[in-house]
């Protein structure tokens, strides 16, 4: 019996704590390089009491797997490659960009911003960090890259579930924010990043410690797109908008305070920023 083997029995006796006997995730092999995370049937305790946007609440699943980290530039230069497809950021032209020495919730418009260019021609460049994650994507071309992989954007509430891994807190890791555990926007304004946690804009995906079944980056690098709406937003809304979750290495305490496990963004479907980006999730 090889190893992996082993560890799947393991985790079946674990009975849903998602990890092997070694204390090791337990994760397969998915198409595109992803891997995968098996997020069991059951009845998960989501939301906060007295949240106004996102009060607690249960949500019953059937199971389904759930990438482990963020969509790369790698996985989706793949995607472009295989079947030509054009982001709207492409088609539009151009792309709203932010960074170090912006006003907060400044964003402006640059020609030539899109995935292969985030922040315009003058870089940096996705295809010489094929391990950080892609952006300057909409929510429509990443439904177009889960729909080619065969898999889908996770709905709010598995990504809650999957992100909180059992945790009950505003973070993976309790409820006091921590810079180091994920990037996020160090500093009191845009105009001076301090960069305590080692990265201004998006870090390689992994690159900070995982929460407790696995999963990578669920609090900042990029912001990732889900399915569903919240009961609080109009119909007319939910119509022309996606929500996102977890904020991104734009976000800090004194502005776009969404890095957290509870929090709902949401933009239009059809636009992109440098700070949006997404993961793949699986049904069973
Ligand atoms: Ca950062
Ligand atoms: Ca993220």
Redesign the pocket.
């Given at each position: 019996m090889d190893r992996p083997a082993v560890k799947r029995i393991v985790f079946a006796m674990l009975a849903g704590s998602l990890m092997a006997a070694d204390g090791e995730a337990v994760k397969q092999d998915g198409p595109n390089g992803h891997k995968l995370i098996t997020v069991p049937a059951g009845t998960y305790a989501l939301g906060s009491k007295g949240h106004p946007t996102n009060p607690a609440h249960a949500f019953k699943t059937s199971g389904f797997r759930i990438a482990d980290c963020e969509t790369t530039n790698a996985q989706f230069s793949r995607f472009v490659a295989a079947t030509g497809y054009v982001t709207y950021a492409e088609k539009q032209g151009w792309s709203l960009i932010g960074g170090e020495g912006s006003a907060e919730w400044e964003w402006r418009r640059m020609d030539g911003a899109n995935w292969r260019h985030p922040f315009g021609p003058q870089g940096p460049d996705a295809e010489k960090l094929p391990d950080h994650p892609v952006t300057q994507i909409s929510g429509e071309d990443a439904r177009a890259y889960c729909k080619w992989i065969g898999g889908r954007l996770p709905q709010l509430d598995e990504w809650e579930t999957a992100a909180r891994a059992g945790a009950t807190t505003r973070y993976p890791w309790g409820d006091t924010y921590v810079p180091r555990c994920a990037?996020?926007?160090?500093g009191i304004n845009h105009l001076k990043?301090t960069?305590?946690?080692?990265?201004?804009?998006t870090?390689p995906v992994r690159s900070y410690p995982p929460n407790a079944w696995g999963l990578y980056d669920v609090i900042?690098n990029v912001f990732e797109y889900c399915e569903g709406h919240p009961a609080w937003m109009s119909a007319e809304e939910a119509k022309r908008k996606i929500c996102g979750r977890g904020g991104s290495?734009w976000c800090s305490d004194h502005c776009c305070n969404f890095h957290n496990l509870l929090d709902v963004g949401r933009m239009i479907r059809t636009a992109s920023l440098p700070n949006q980006g997404f993961r793949v999730v699986f049904d069973l």
């Open positions: 990037n996020t926007w160090n990043n960069r305590e946690d080692g990265y201004v804009l870090s900042g290495w």
